[in-house]
């Protein structure tokens, strides 16, 4: 089984050298990495080419990437996942690492004939990517839980290219009004519940965390940002024909609370 794993980037050349390490340390599977960089003035350019020299010459791993300007991050991922020729694929935020160095060979080993997709467990870390303040499992997610807001973590979700076929990638369309994105950070979001709900896919929990997460990322980073991000997710259900609102995102706080206190 080949994994690709895409990551989208735009001038974060500063953190970014953290994930690319984590990938570059994987071992066990067969692994295709794909960049996709939006035109970057920060150096990224320089960081791509010396990771290129650095795996040149692998057996088990190709590098590939692009910088050229796109319509932000969900349209570069969408164009990483366009230039997946592996048979599962998964997503590498630039500020998030893989968490061991058999993070990819764990995944490949969950996947059966019988499973279409793999959810696990994420920690949040401090900028010294050791002290974790986080732990984020998805452990026991049903569906049912979707309309109240309660979605695997994004970076621990692999599955299989030829649902991306079935199922189309994700929405990165603009409101005609505002030229907004239509679902904001949110469209992982309702890629996830379009696939994980709405498609009636095969899934399997692995007990693994597989990702470090930075802390403070855009969806987190004030009270406002949570307000929008969940008003984004009450978005993305109700294109999915799943009712929900924002009073039903306010339980899943407590669980967050939860991961703070409980950090695996």
């Known amino acids: 089984m080949k994994i690709s794993l895409v990551t989208a980037s735009l001038n974060r050349a500063g953190v970014m050298r953290t994930a690319l390490e984590s990938v570059r340390r994987q071992r066990g599977a067969a692994i295709e990495y ?17 990771f290129e020299r650095s795996v040149a ?17 969900y349209d570069a991922i969408n164009k990483g996942m366009a230039m997946a020729t592996g048979d599962v694929v998964g997503i590498l935020n630039t500020d ?20 279409d997709a793999v959810h696990a467990d994420i920690r949040f870390v401090e900028d010294d990517l050791k002290t974790v303040r986080r732990y984020y499992s998805s452990n026991g997610w049903k569906p049912w839980m979707a309309r109240w807001g309660y979605m695997p973590p994004h970076p621990s979700v692999y599955v299989r290219r030829s649902l991306i076929a079935r199922l189309g ?36 929990y692995l007990p693994a965390c597989l990702v470090g997460m930075r802390m403070g990322g855009l969806s987190t980073a004030s009270l406002g940002a949570v307000f929008r991000q969940n008003v984004w997710n009450v978005r993305g259900l109700r294109a999915n024909g799943i009712f929900s609102c924002l009073p039903m995102m306010l339980p899943k706080m407590f669980y967050k609370a939860l991961g703070y206190a409980f950090k695996g």
């Open 96 to 115: 998030d690492f893989l968490y061991d160095d058999h993070v990819l060979e764990k995944v490949a080993s969950a996947f059966d004939p019988d499973v």
């Open 34 to 50: 794909i960049v996709v960089d939006g035109a970057s003035t920060d150096g990224t350019v320089e960081l791509l080419r010396d």
């Open 169 to 204: 990638d994700y929405r990165s369309e603009r409101d005609p009004k505002t030229g907004r994105l239509l679902f904001g950070t949110a469209a992982d979001f309702e890629w996830l519940v379009r696939c994980f709900v709405k498609g009636g896919i095969r899934t399997r």
């Open 57 to 73: 010459g692998r057996a088990d791993f190709a590098f590939r990437w692009i910088s050229e300007k796109d319509d932000g991050m």
